[in-house]
């Protein structure tokens, strides 16, 4: 029996689809500085870099296909704030949270951004 969903790991920065003995199969290189995390949902991979080292409006948040190919890079709202956690998806809807705690709702089709909810401690 197949696994419907390859394994995935982050090896050395870079996000890898693992064969079935646990060595490399396929790799995809970080756009600058390393894989820190990723979320595998159908046929989607978010993925989060580590922030620092992207140019200047390049969010650290992007999604793959089962290819390892580029499907979009997310509509930020705040380069300041970058993407430290993806919570989940569902519905649709991709939600991840900022380094400040803010929590960034995006389209999982597209990478639009759909709701941007800055604490209330952040607001004042």
Partial sequence: MTSPTPALAIIDGTLCRLTRKGTRAAGHAPLATAVTEFLQSGPRIYVREHPYGLLPGIANLYCLDGDFRLLWLAAWPDFA????????????????????????????????LLRHDVPLAAAS
């Fill in 81 to 112: 704030d970058p993407c430290a956690a993806l919570a989940g998806e569902a519905d649709g809807t991709l939600t991840v949270t900022t380094v400040q705690g803010a929590t960034v709702c995006l389209d999982a089709g597209t990478g639009r």
